[in-house]
T-cell receptor
Framework: DSGVTQTPKHLITATGQRVTLRCSPRSGDLSVYWYQQSLDQGLQFLIQYYNGEERAKGNILERFSAQQFPDLHSELNLSSLELGDSALYFC??????????????FGPGTRLTVL | DAKTTQPPSMDCAEGRAANLPCNHSTISGNEYVYWYRQIHSQGPQYIIHGLKNNETNEMASLIITEDRKSSTLILPHATLRDTAVYYCIAFVVGGYNKLIFGAGTRLAVHP
């Protein structure tokens, strides 16, 4: 158990819909990261937040957005869903978010299926 | 961040050492080498990291060549639970910690 929690574990929805994935970081961690893992693209970095502010962006679609709240939990919002958005979505957290000594702890993931 | 190259798959007998190679020939002086693994569809798990010197922890050892162009992750006594995809990642010291995962090496440990 990494200490990072993600809800829900599974999510099944239809194309065109909007969903919200939630992540609670380990106690004391200020940074939250979101990753997407699909069969054809592998593990891809989406976005990072540090203490409520966006810190780094990866290949995140404009239909996707995220935020980190004052209590440091984070939400990833996916809208206008397409079949290709079906994937595992992982959240990770780390103490600071900068510097090579900062190990990331990953949550168990949310499996999203878009029908 | 430097590109890393790993073999797509490897086999190892249970109880033997598993040696997983990684090539990072374009690595720069301020890039660390990190190893993570992913067991089935669980979240990736940190294993070890290093810059120049060889490193060892309770999970594994990391051997980095003197020119830093390649490294080897060593699991000294592989068990069936070590069956996973192993990712070698290089990124810059002081840069933001976004991990860029490649395809990794799928290690199968068999009895």
């Amino acid at each position: 158990d990494s200490g990072v929690t993600q809800t829900p574990k599974h999510l099944i929805t239809a194309t065109g819909q909007r969903v919200t994935l939630r992540c609670s970081p380990r106690s004391g961690d200020l940074s939250v990261y979101w990753y997407q893992q699909s069969l054809d693209q592998g593990l891809q970095f989406l976005i990072q937040y540090y203490n409520g502010e966006e810190r780094a962006k990866g290949n995140i679609l404009e239909r996707f957005s995220a935020q980190q709240f004052p209590d440091l939990h984070s939400e990833l919002n996916l809208s206008s869903l397409e079949l290709g958005d079906s994937a595992l979505y992982f959240c990770a957290s780390s103490v600071s978010g900068q510097g090579a000594m900062d190990e990331q702890f990953f949550g168990p993931g949310t499996r999203l299926t878009v029908l | 961040d430097a590109k890393t190259t790993q073999p797509p798959s490897m086999d190892c007998a249970e109880g033997r050492a598993a040696n997983l190679p990684c090539n990072h020939s374009t690595i720069s002086g301020n890039e660390y080498v990190y190893w993570y693994r992913q067991i089935h569809s669980q979240g990736p798990q940190y294993i070890i990291h290093g810059l120049k010197n060889n490193e060892t922890n309770e999970m594994a050892s990391l051997i980095i060549t003197e020119d830093r162009k390649s490294s080897t992750l060593i699991l000294p006594h592989a068990t069936l639970r070590d069956t996973a995809v192993y990712y070698c990642i290089a990124f810059v010291v002081g840069g933001y910690n976004k991990l860029i995962f490649g395809a990794g090496t799928r290690l199968a440990v068999h009895p």
